[in-house]
């Protein structure tokens, strides 16, 4: 199953980097946090919401095509139980700007998702309660629907790649 089928919710949710200071890895110290590894962002998770039963794709025998894919510069993919049934798929990031170019670029093809993102780490919560709950984690949401619109008030920064954007804005059907 693709990534991007795991964010059930109409208003999917994503998390990333923004724009200022960029270093060579695509990264850069905007305010959003930063895990490390995976023990780093499942961790990270628990703080916001219920995130048990870490299950590796190594483990799952299950691999992403995005995951297996070095243009998404995804390093280790893994998925949690959300403590609601559902899950929360757990991404850390190589290169930011790489992940992001690989969302726009399928994006383009009608196939991109939306993230909840940190500095080297992207959420993907199958639930709405749990993204809700992720939004207070500081991530933000990372898309590139050109038909996004933010209302005032709402963080709205720009991605690393253009035609995407960051905002704490997540909408709900």
Do not use: H
Not at 74 to 91: F, H, N, Q, W
């Amino acid at each position: 199953m693709r990534v991007r089928k795991f964010f059930v919710f109409a208003g999917a949710l994503a998390v990333v980097a923004g724009v200022s200071g960029c270093g060579s890895d695509g990264s850069e110290d905007n305010g959003l946090p930063i895990a490390g590894d995976m023990a780093g962002i499942e961790k990270f998770a628990n703080k916001y919401t219920t995130c048990s039963g870490l299950e590796m794709d190594s483990e799952s025998g299950y691999m992403s095509s995005e995951a297996e894919d070095p243009s998404w510069a995804i390093k280790e993919r893994a998925v949690c139980d959300d403590g609601r049934s559902d899950s929360i798929t757990l991404l850390s990031i190589d290169n930011m700007k790489k992940f992001q170019s690989a969302n726009k670029r399928d994006a383009a093809k009608g196939e991109g998702g939306k993230f909840l993102i940190g500095q080297d780490f992207a959420l993907i919560p199958s639930n709405e309660q749990t993204a809700m709950e992720l939004k207070e984690s500081g991530t933000l949401l990372f898309t590139c629907d050109s038909d996004f619109k933010v209302p005032s008030g709402y963080v709205k920064k720009n991605a690393l790649v253009d035609g995407c954007l960051l905002t704490d804005y997540m909408p709900t059907d």
